[in-house]
């Protein structure tokens, strides 16, 4: 399965990572991805979870909205959490 198509804007990926992206298997217009980041001051890992919506205009995922952020000091953590 590939990855769905996602327009993110440049801002937004500017300094971070894309992690997954997950669509919902009820309802495959909407889903989330999940992006993060290191803060470069206390080395600690940010996961941020955004909201994403199929936009037929640009036949591709937008990003909705920011749904929540999330910070960790265990870097191996982070990744089990993801």
Do not use: C
């Not at 198509?5 to 971070?16: A, C, H, K, P, Q």
């Not at 990003?63 to 929540?68: C, G, K, P, T």
């Amino acid at each position: 399965m590939r990855e769905p198509n996602v327009i993110f804007d440049n801002d937004l990926l500017e300094g971070t990572e894309i992690e997954s992206v997950i669509i919902s298997p009820l309802k495959p217009d909407i889903g989330i991805t999940i992006l993060s980041s290191v803060n470069r001051f206390t080395n600690k890992k940010l996961v941020y979870l955004y909201s994403i919506s199929w936009n037929k205009y640009e036949n591709a995922f937008t990003v909705f909205d920011e749904l929540q952020t999330f910070s960790f000091n265990d870097h191996v953590y982070t990744y089990h959490f993801i």
